[in-house]
């Protein structure tokens, strides 16, 4: 089966440019949860979604992030305009809330460089 | 006071050498505990549950102290391939699975 999935690998931008993050969840999960980790705060929850609706977006650090989730199985992280201080590993996690398990399985992380 | 605290490391241990982690806990209403393994420019995958009673995995061996709120992880053995950074996990009672991770202990383990 494949895991979850996310788009780009690494993404190289200058301050000011908009930034779209990609993510693909593992079929049948009905969770999703985008993180950011840096070397100073580690790996941070930015927001969680539970069959496509936000739950809990208080770790967004500013509305220049957004996120949506328009169908089941995949979202997006949006960041606009972009900042050097965005620079980070971007990872979104998927699980199956309710059910067996509800262990969050990553994806490879999206590297974010802002010039 | 950050709700989930390690000490960074790293450890740098010889292969076959008995290596411990602790880390703290400061919401006493948490309720599910784990360890994370992260390797080196990857994504954090889970490692092992932490249950009260402790629970044990191969060379891998976890411990649960709520009355101090600490947890352990206990790697025996070591291999090469244990070198990783090992992130301690708490959930923080929102209404939903809301994992806290602390910033990770380095292990470096050589031959």
């Known amino acids: 089966d494949a895991g979850v999935i996310q788009s780009p690998r690494h993404e190289v931008t200058e301050m000011g440019q908009e930034v779209t993050l990609r993510c693909k969840l593992i079929?049948?999960?009905?969770?999703l949860f985008w993180y950011r980790q840096t070397m100073m705060r580690g790996l941070e929850l930015l927001i969680y979604f539970n069959n496509n609706v936000p739950i809990d977006d208080s770790g967004m650090p500013e509305d220049r992030f957004s996120a949506k989730m328009p169908n089941a199985s995949f979202s997006t992280l949006k960041i606009q305009p972009s900042e050097p201080r965005d620079s980070a590993v971007y990872f979104c996690?998927?699980?199956?809330?309710?059910?067996?398990?509800?262990?969050?399985?990553f994806g490879p992380g999206t590297r974010l460089t802002v010039l | 006071r950050k709700e989930v605290e390690q000490d960074p490391g790293p450890f740098n241990v010889p292969e076959g050498a008995t290596v411990a982690f602790n880390c703290t806990y400061s919401n006493s209403a948490s309720q599910s505990f784990f360890w994370y393994r992260q390797d080196c420019r990857k994504e954090p995958k889970l490692l092992m549950s932490v249950y009260s009673s402790g629970n044990e995995d191969g060379r891998f061996t976890a411990q649960l102290n709520r009355a101090s709120q600490y947890i352990s992880l206990l790697i025996r053995d070591s291999k090469l391939s244990d070198s990783a950074t090992y992130l301690c996990v708490v959930n923080s009672p929102a209404g939903f699975q809301k994992l806290v991770f602390g910033t990770g202990t380095r292990l470096l383990v050589s031959p």
């Open positions: 079929s049948g999960h009905n969770s």
């Open positions: 996690a998927s699980s199956d809330q309710g059910g067996s398990t509800d262990t969050q399985y």
